[in-house]
């Protein structure tokens, strides 16, 4: 991460020299610098929105910079269209809007392509396979073994995800929403749910990182569902641009090393 680092506070330096050269441009929250609301000389940049509290997806680090698997995998999908990403933070519920209303070229934060959203965005190819829900309960929990158990029971899940709507399908009586994913854990481990719903990912990071002392994984189910970047349903050069660097980044090797620099294991699953 120390390289990572260092990069980052190049490319500050170089956004600085730019403002202290040009007059009438402002910079955005990752010092994309604009003039009239867009991309200033030959820059081009693609702003890309999501939610930072997804580990090991796309998150902050110790020093405040995003990161992650998502984050690194939209910059090399934003080098190969000759792009720069300027990143916008937001809730999960958000994510629909922004695109619909041009606020952020495309979403790319854990996202499935389904056909409710299909209605309002347009996709990128698939990038990750979701594989399973997994549900937690707190250590010391002894009335919930199986997802059936979830019936009548309090849940908490992301707002707006497919772990909320699968929460309703497995019959919980109450679902307590987050705006962010670091919230369910905390409603777990507060009392104000009995379980949590989120993605596999996700489930072991927080366990990985002291969960485990607090929390359980119980169960699982199986989801053929896949994580896609979202963009407005009209730009269909967006699209088509997206997955054509999104290729190209696949084949070319860059995935799997990104895949295991995250996961610590190879697409192969070696």
């Known amino acids: 991460m120390e390289a990572a680092s260092v990069k980052r506070v190049w490319a500050g330096i170089l956004a600085v020299g730019i403002l202290l050269g040009m007059s009438g441009c402002a910079a955005n929250k990752e010092g994309a610098v604009k003039e009239n609301g867009k ?129 309703k399908k497995l019959g919980a009586a109450q679902i307590v929403e987050a705006k962010y994913n670091a919230d369910i854990f905390k409603n777990l481990e507060a009392g104000k749910a009995d379980a949590v719903i989120t993605d596999e990912p996700l489930a072991y990071y927080y366990l990985g990182h002291g969960g485990t002392e607090k929390a359980k994984t119980v169960a699982t189910v199986p989801s053929d569902e896949g994580f896609v970047i979202l963009m407005n349903k009209e730009d269909v050069k967006m699209q088509q641009d997206i997955n054509g660097a999104l290729k190209k980044v696949m084949e070319n090797g860059v995935y799997d090393q990104l895949f295991h620099k995250w996961f610590n294991v190879s697409v192969s699953g070696k």
Do not use: W
């Not at 698997?69 to 922004?98: C, H, N, W």
């Open 39 to 167: 991309a200033s000389g030959m820059e081009k940049v693609l702003r890309v929105g999501g939610e930072a509290t997804y580990p090991p997806f796309l998150f902050k680090d110790e020093h405040g910079h995003y990161v992650g698997f998502e984050m690194d995998l939209i910059k090399a999908v934003a080098k190969e269209i000759g792009a720069r990403v300027a990143y916008t933070d937001m809730p999960f519920s958000q994510f629909m809007t922004a695109v619909e209303n041009k606020k952020v070229d495309v979403v790319i934060s854990a996202v499935e392509g389904t056909a409710e959203r299909a209605e309002k965005a347009a996709f990128s190819d698939v990038y990750y396979k979701k594989g399973v829900y997994c549900i937690l309960v707190r250590k010391d929990d002894d009335q919930i073994h199986t997802a059936d158990d979830l019936k009548g029971k309090t849940v908490t899940a992301v707002k707006g995800s497919t772990n909320e709507a699968m929460a």
